[in-house]
């Protein structure tokens, strides 16, 4: 049943079928959808969030090595790398041929998020860009079953291991 009304430019219908806007039930429901897609997203960024910063520490290790090995040559020093709890050093270690951590500091690397972890002893080059005392360091994403481990070999080669599970 239509209860029709003219007015001077349009014609309005007032029934039961007749409603504007939208219900409870329905807001409801788009919003919930809302929610659950922002829920989602928020999970995936975080996770893609981590692994981007783990390749970008990834690379910073590597290129740190390289330039310790750098550094030797063009100082005329022996330089060390040092792990040093979540810290990794490029010490100058002047002419000593010992592995100490101990001198000028020239440059270092601070893993900021608590979820990858940092091993190893560390290693040292000669001016002539030898190892003096070789080893690794590892840098591990335990969420991820990952790792990257850089090797210094007993003549300063510098390898980079990739794999999964632990160092």
């Known amino acids: 049943m239509f209860i029709q009304r003219k007015y001077r430019h ?3 219908f007032y029934g039961v079928n007749n409603r504007k806007g939208f219900t409870l039930v329905e807001i409801l429901f788009v919003v919930s959808i809302i929610l659950i897609l922002l829920f989602v997203g928020i999970i995936n960024g975080k ?3 981590m692994k981007l910063k783990f390749s970008q520490y990834e690379q910073s290790l590597i290129n740190l090595t390289k330039l310790a090995k750098l550094l030797a040559r063009e100082k005329s020093h022996s330089i060390a790398v040092c792990v040093e709890g979540r810290k990794i050093k490029i010490v100058d270690i002047g002419t000593s041929r010992n592995f100490t ?3 000028e500091v020239l440059s270092e690397l601070y893993i900021e998020e608590r979820e990858f972890t940092v091993s190893g002893e560390g290693f040292s080059f000669d001016p002539r860009g030898l190892a003096i005392k070789w080893n690794h360091i590892c840098l591990s994403f335990p969420s991820e079953n ?3 481990k850089v090797i210094v070999g007993r003549f300063g080669s510098i390898r980079v291991e990739r794999g999964r599970g632990p160092c």
Do not use: A, E, I, P
């Open 10 to 12: 349009h014609t309005v």
């Open 47 to 49: 996770r893609y969030y």
């Open 101 to 103: 951590c101990s001198g």
């Open 146 to 148: 990952r790792y990257v």
